[in-house]
């Protein structure tokens, strides 16, 4: 068995964090060793974090991640130097769920352990990582800061995918990370967009781009109101989804993006949606095939994730980064894993 030596930052305990270093085995099927730039703190370590997810400690998170090609374990398509992004769900490849083209359900049911030992999670907050070439998608070019949300871009990407055949008028329900990554993709995809949020005045720039800003409280059922096709729903809980429920046109879709922590239970009018045909799905994660079109969209259009506020911490700042993460100031927080030139300053303050 192959060790390499690395650092990683690892939650031991309810609001407490550590950075650690280890040797780590090579699991056979791995195939590169990326040095990783940054990795970003997702709602999931954030629960964690807070002791809310029920999941066992130590816990070693981390998903939104990209970094460089250090070094080739076995052969690859890869080369030294490649800059690549990183999607380290498990996909099998053999089970019913990956053979139907719903691989991002294959590490939720038929859970693959490449892992002997260690902590679980997903193991992205670490200076360097290993993986087959499967879950490394290649950068077209040297990346800034914005490539630490393509994993989110590809959640949101099966969100719409999910979503399925859906008219002009789109309702957006909240307006955090998710809720401003829903309207760039949806809005660059042809949609008219409407963002509905709980504030009273809503001065964020993704204002300067999409069709409306509504305040939830403002607008009851029965009131003057745009017709909606289709809503996302990516915060608020159940408020969000009564409200979506309410305001849906007949026939319309509407897509339950959000999760809501230790698995609570909601109500809705059970014949609501029968009388109005509505249609909900749920979404949960992403494809292989998001996650390379998140790598486009990123590429294509990344000016317009400037507009999403960033701040990253060094390694050495680990609990720093968790605490601010559960702020919610930002769009997202990130940890350093190591010196890899960006494009921007390494801190980026939130904009207003």
């Not at 490449?114 to 902590?119: H, I």
């Not at 959000?258 to 994660?285: L, P, T």
């Amino acid at each position: 068995m192959t060790m390499i030596p690395i650092e990683r930052v690892i939650i031991d305990a309810p609001f407490s964090s550590l950075l650690e270093t280890q040797n780590i085995e090579v699991p056979p099927t791995h195939s590169i060793l990326v040095k990783v730039n940054m990795c970003g703190i997702c709602t999931s370590e954030q629960r964690v974090f807070k002791g809310t997810a029920n999941k066992p400690y130590p816990y070693w998170g981390g998903h939104e991640l990209f970094g460089c090609v250090e070094k080739i374990i076995s052969k690859s398509k890869f080369n030294p130097g490649d800059y690549v992004a990183l999607s380290l769900m498990p996909r099998c490849g053999i089970c019913r769920y990956c053979l139907a083209g719903l691989d991002n359900h294959c590490a939720y049911v038929s859970r693959p352990n490449e892992f002997s030992q260690g902590p679980t999670g997903t193991r992205g907050f670490c200076n360097y990582i290993t993986v087959p070439d499967e879950r490394a998608f290649l950068l077209p070019d040297i990346p800034d800061e914005t490539y630490i949300f393509v994993e989110p871009t590809a959640c949101v990407l099966r969100s719409i995918e999910v979503a399925g055949s859906i008219g002009r008028n789109v309702g957006i329900i909240g307006t955090g990370t998710f809720g401003i990554l829903h309207s760039i993709v949806l809005k660059q995809l042809g949609y008219n967009v409407i963002l509905f949020g709980l504030e009273r005045i809503y001065n964020q720039p993704i204002c300067r781009m999409i069709d409306a800003y509504i305040n939830i409280d403002d607008y009851a059922e029965g009131s003057m109101r745009p017709q909606i096709d289709a809503f996302f729903c990516t915060q608020y809980g159940e408020k969000g989804l009564v409200y979506a429920l309410n305001m849906i046109e007949r026939g319309g879709t509407i897509v339950l993006f959000q999760s809501i922590a230790n698995e609570s239970v909601v109500s809705i009018d059970y014949n609501k949606v029968h009388y109005k045909e509505i249609k909900i799905h749920g979404s949960i994660a992403h494809t292989k095939r998001n996650f390379q079109d998140a790598v486009s969209f990123v590429s294509r259009h990344n000016d317009l994730y400037k507009i999403l506020s960033l701040k990253i911490y060094s390694k050495k700042e680990h609990l720093a980064a968790f605490q601010e993460s559960i702020t919610h100031k930002f769009n997202r927080v990130a940890i350093s894993l190591s010196l890899i030139h960006i494009s921007e300053p390494t801190r980026r303050s939130y904009i207003s």
